[in-house]
Protein backbone atom coordinates (compact mmCIF):
# COMPACT_ATOMS: atom_id res chain seq x y z
CA UNK A 1 0.00 0.00 0.00
CA UNK A 2 1.37 3.60 -0.80
CA UNK A 3 1.49 6.71 1.19
CA UNK A 4 -1.53 8.09 -1.20
CA UNK A 5 -3.64 4.98 -0.19
CA UNK A 6 -2.98 5.10 3.71
CA UNK A 7 -4.23 8.81 3.41
CA UNK A 8 -6.97 8.05 1.47
CA UNK A 9 -8.14 5.43 4.23
CA UNK A 10 -7.14 7.64 7.17
CA UNK A 11 -9.62 10.65 5.67
CA UNK A 12 -12.16 7.69 4.90
CA UNK A 13 -12.07 6.29 8.49
CA UNK A 14 -11.87 10.06 10.06
CA UNK A 15 -15.18 11.61 7.58
CA UNK A 16 -16.98 8.56 8.27
CA UNK A 17 -16.94 7.40 4.79
CA UNK A 18 -17.84 3.80 3.84
CA UNK A 19 -15.79 3.51 0.48
CA UNK A 20 -17.77 0.12 0.14
CA UNK A 21 -21.36 1.80 0.18
CA UNK A 22 -22.50 4.19 -2.38
CA UNK A 23 -25.47 4.39 -0.95
CA UNK A 24 -24.28 6.07 1.88
CA UNK A 25 -22.69 8.46 -0.39
CA UNK A 26 -25.99 11.14 0.14
CA UNK A 27 -24.16 14.42 -0.12
CA UNK A 28 -22.16 15.75 -3.48
CA UNK A 29 -19.38 16.76 -1.10
CA UNK A 30 -17.81 16.02 2.43
CA UNK A 31 -14.72 18.05 4.29
CA UNK A 32 -13.05 17.45 7.45
CA UNK A 33 -9.14 18.28 8.71
CA UNK A 34 -7.26 14.64 8.53
CA UNK A 35 -4.37 13.55 10.60
CA UNK A 36 -2.08 10.93 11.39
CA UNK A 37 1.58 9.44 10.62
CA UNK A 38 0.76 9.16 7.08
CA UNK A 39 -0.67 12.50 6.55
CA UNK A 40 2.75 13.97 8.41
CA UNK A 41 5.51 11.78 6.16
CA UNK A 42 3.32 12.88 3.21
CA UNK A 43 3.31 16.44 4.30
CA UNK A 44 7.31 16.28 4.81
CA UNK A 45 7.83 14.26 2.06
CA UNK A 46 11.54 15.27 0.89
CA UNK A 47 10.89 15.75 -2.89
CA UNK A 48 7.79 17.54 -1.92
CA UNK A 49 9.45 20.19 0.85
CA UNK A 50 12.11 20.72 -1.88
CA UNK A 51 9.91 21.91 -4.35
CA UNK A 52 8.45 23.82 -2.32
CA UNK A 53 11.90 25.88 -0.68
CA UNK A 54 12.63 26.64 -4.09
CA UNK A 55 9.08 28.85 -4.71
CA UNK A 56 9.29 30.40 -0.89
CA UNK A 57 12.66 30.44 -0.11
CA UNK A 58 14.37 32.98 1.12
CA UNK A 59 10.69 33.56 2.54
CA UNK A 60 10.26 31.81 6.21
CA UNK A 61 8.02 29.00 5.79
CA UNK A 62 6.02 27.18 7.73
CA UNK A 63 6.43 22.92 7.61
CA UNK A 64 2.82 21.44 8.01
CA UNK A 65 2.06 18.31 10.30
CA UNK A 66 -0.98 17.12 8.07
CA UNK A 67 -2.41 17.86 4.81
CA UNK A 68 -5.01 19.90 5.81
CA UNK A 69 -8.49 20.21 5.05
CA UNK A 70 -9.72 17.29 2.97
CA UNK A 71 -12.23 17.66 0.07
CA UNK A 72 -13.71 13.88 -0.89
CA UNK A 73 -16.00 14.28 -3.86
CA UNK A 74 -18.82 11.75 -4.42
CA UNK A 75 -20.25 11.11 -7.90
CA UNK A 76 -22.79 13.07 -8.83
CA UNK A 77 -24.32 14.95 -11.97
CA UNK A 78 -25.87 18.29 -10.10
CA UNK A 79 -24.60 21.00 -9.18
CA UNK A 80 -22.95 21.06 -5.55
CA UNK A 81 -23.40 24.70 -5.29
CA UNK A 82 -19.66 25.18 -3.89
CA UNK A 83 -18.11 25.61 -7.38
CA UNK A 84 -17.73 29.33 -8.23
CA UNK A 85 -14.13 31.25 -9.23
CA UNK A 86 -12.09 32.51 -6.28
CA UNK A 87 -8.81 33.02 -4.74
CA UNK A 88 -8.51 31.90 -0.67
CA UNK A 89 -8.02 33.94 1.94
CA UNK A 90 -5.50 33.62 4.67
CA UNK A 91 -6.11 35.95 7.99
CA UNK A 92 -7.76 37.54 10.33
CA UNK A 93 -7.74 40.90 10.68
CA UNK A 94 -7.19 42.38 14.57
CA UNK A 95 -11.03 42.87 15.85
CA UNK A 96 -11.92 40.87 13.22
CA UNK A 97 -13.50 37.42 12.72
CA UNK A 98 -13.48 37.51 9.05
CA UNK A 99 -11.03 35.88 6.57
CA UNK A 100 -8.97 38.32 4.17
CA UNK A 101 -6.36 38.03 2.06
CA UNK A 102 -4.35 41.06 1.04
CA UNK A 103 -1.54 41.98 -2.00
CA UNK A 104 1.05 40.13 0.22
CA UNK A 105 -0.24 37.64 0.55
CA UNK A 106 -0.39 37.65 4.42
CA UNK A 107 0.02 34.15 6.04
CA UNK A 108 0.16 32.08 3.27
CA UNK A 109 2.86 31.30 0.61
CA UNK A 110 1.53 28.53 -1.47
CA UNK A 111 -2.02 26.53 -2.05
CA UNK A 112 -1.55 22.65 -2.56
CA UNK A 113 -3.57 20.63 -4.15
CA UNK A 114 -2.78 16.97 -3.24
CA UNK A 115 -4.51 14.31 -5.30
CA UNK A 116 -5.22 11.62 -2.98
CA UNK A 117 -6.68 9.35 -5.67
CA UNK A 118 -6.47 9.55 -9.28
CA UNK A 119 -8.44 11.94 -10.69
CA UNK A 120 -9.50 12.13 -14.46
CA UNK A 121 -10.99 14.67 -16.56
CA UNK A 122 -14.44 12.87 -15.12
CA UNK A 123 -13.46 13.23 -11.92
CA UNK A 124 -14.40 16.60 -10.88
CA UNK A 125 -10.94 18.05 -10.98
CA UNK A 126 -10.06 21.40 -9.79
CA UNK A 127 -9.99 23.98 -12.49
CA UNK A 128 -7.58 26.61 -12.62
CA UNK A 129 -6.88 29.83 -14.99
CA UNK A 130 -3.44 29.68 -15.83
CA UNK A 131 -1.91 33.69 -15.62
CA UNK A 132 -4.54 34.86 -12.84
CA UNK A 133 -2.19 35.27 -9.82
CA UNK A 134 -0.17 38.17 -11.66
CA UNK A 135 -3.83 40.03 -12.16
CA UNK A 136 -4.78 39.35 -8.69
CA UNK A 137 -2.07 40.74 -7.24
CA UNK A 138 -3.01 44.33 -9.35
CA UNK A 139 -6.53 43.80 -8.38
CA UNK A 140 -5.60 43.62 -4.60
CA UNK A 141 -3.17 46.35 -4.16
CA UNK A 142 -5.59 48.86 -3.91
CA UNK A 143 -7.09 47.92 -0.58
CA UNK A 144 -3.70 47.84 0.42
CA UNK A 145 -1.99 45.98 4.02
CA UNK A 146 -5.69 45.91 5.23
CA UNK A 147 -6.60 43.53 2.11
CA UNK A 148 -10.13 42.47 1.48
CA UNK A 149 -12.92 39.88 2.60
CA UNK A 150 -12.93 36.53 0.40
CA UNK A 151 -15.64 33.61 0.18
CA UNK A 152 -15.00 31.00 3.40
CA UNK A 153 -17.83 29.23 4.76
CA UNK A 154 -20.99 32.03 4.22
CA UNK A 155 -18.89 34.55 4.26
CA UNK A 156 -19.84 36.94 1.12
CA UNK A 157 -16.65 37.76 -1.05
CA UNK A 158 -15.25 41.43 -1.73
CA UNK A 159 -12.69 40.22 -3.57
CA UNK A 160 -12.52 41.15 -7.16
CA UNK A 161 -11.15 38.88 -9.68
CA UNK A 162 -10.14 39.30 -13.45
CA UNK A 163 -12.40 38.60 -16.19
CA UNK A 164 -11.65 35.18 -17.43
CA UNK A 165 -10.13 34.98 -20.61
CA UNK A 166 -9.25 31.47 -22.52
CA UNK A 167 -10.21 27.72 -21.14
CA UNK A 168 -9.55 26.61 -17.52
CA UNK A 169 -6.90 24.01 -17.23
CA UNK A 170 -8.10 20.73 -15.52
CA UNK A 171 -5.83 19.30 -12.31
CA UNK A 172 -5.86 16.09 -13.08
CA UNK A 173 -3.10 13.23 -12.26
CA UNK A 174 -2.35 10.36 -10.41
CA UNK A 175 -2.54 9.18 -6.76
CA UNK A 176 0.34 11.15 -4.97
CA UNK A 177 0.50 13.86 -7.49
CA UNK A 178 0.71 17.61 -5.99
CA UNK A 179 0.06 20.99 -7.80
CA UNK A 180 1.81 23.71 -6.18
CA UNK A 181 0.10 26.64 -6.97
CA UNK A 182 0.65 30.43 -6.18
CA UNK A 183 -1.70 31.64 -3.33
CA UNK A 184 -3.22 34.10 -6.04
CA UNK A 185 -3.77 31.99 -8.56
CA UNK A 186 -8.11 32.04 -9.40
CA UNK A 187 -9.42 28.26 -8.94
CA UNK A 188 -12.87 26.72 -8.34
CA UNK A 189 -13.99 23.39 -7.84
CA UNK A 190 -14.85 20.88 -10.85
CA UNK A 191 -18.12 19.25 -11.22
CA UNK A 192 -20.12 17.13 -12.87
CA UNK A 193 -18.93 13.62 -11.22
CA UNK A 194 -20.29 11.15 -13.32
CA UNK A 195 -17.57 8.20 -12.11
CA UNK A 196 -18.44 5.53 -9.76
CA UNK A 197 -15.98 6.09 -7.30
CA UNK A 198 -15.11 9.07 -4.33
CA UNK A 199 -12.43 11.46 -5.38
CA UNK A 200 -9.86 12.59 -2.57
CA UNK A 201 -8.21 15.91 -2.69
CA UNK A 202 -5.78 17.66 0.00
CA UNK A 203 -5.92 21.79 -0.32
CA UNK A 204 -3.26 22.71 2.51
CA UNK A 205 -1.51 26.14 2.27
CA UNK A 206 2.12 26.45 3.34
CA UNK A 207 1.72 29.17 6.17
CA UNK A 208 3.86 32.28 6.15
CA UNK A 209 4.65 33.79 9.84
CA UNK A 210 4.06 37.60 8.22
CA UNK A 211 3.59 38.74 4.59
CA UNK A 212 5.99 37.69 1.59
CA UNK A 213 8.25 40.20 1.22
CA UNK A 214 8.35 42.44 -1.71
CA UNK A 215 11.10 44.84 -1.10
CA UNK A 216 14.38 44.70 -2.24
CA UNK A 217 16.51 43.45 -5.68
CA UNK A 218 14.06 41.13 -7.11
CA UNK A 219 17.36 38.17 -7.54
CA UNK A 220 16.85 38.51 -3.58
CA UNK A 221 13.07 37.81 -3.60
CA UNK A 222 11.55 34.53 -3.62
CA UNK A 223 9.63 32.90 -6.97
CA UNK A 224 6.18 33.51 -5.48
CA UNK A 225 7.24 37.50 -4.45
CA UNK A 226 8.84 37.69 -7.75
CA UNK A 227 5.89 36.87 -9.77
CA UNK A 228 3.43 39.76 -7.50
CA UNK A 229 6.11 42.01 -8.43
CA UNK A 230 5.73 41.61 -11.96
CA UNK A 231 1.86 41.45 -11.19
CA UNK A 232 2.04 44.95 -10.10
CA UNK A 233 4.22 46.32 -12.70
CA UNK A 234 1.89 45.16 -15.14
Same mark, same amino acid.
Given at each position: ???????????????????????????????????????????????????????????????????????????????????????????????????????????????????????????????????? +?? @?? %?????????? $? !? &?? #?????????????????????????????????????????? +?? @?? %?????????? $? !? &?? #????????????????????????
Amino acid at each position: MGLSDECRLLAAQQLNIDLTDPAGWTTPVVRGLVQGEALRDAANAPRLTDAVAQLLDPEAWWRRSDLGSFVVRFPCTDDPGDTGWHIDVSFHPEGDDRWFVNYRSRGRGLLMLCLLSDVGPADAPPRVLPGT +HQ @EM %ARLLYPAGEA $G !L &PG #AYGDQRSEIPLPETSGPAELATGEAGDVYLCHPFLVHAAGWP +HP @ET %APRFIAQPPI $G !L &PD #AVRLDGAVDDLSLVASAIRAGLRR
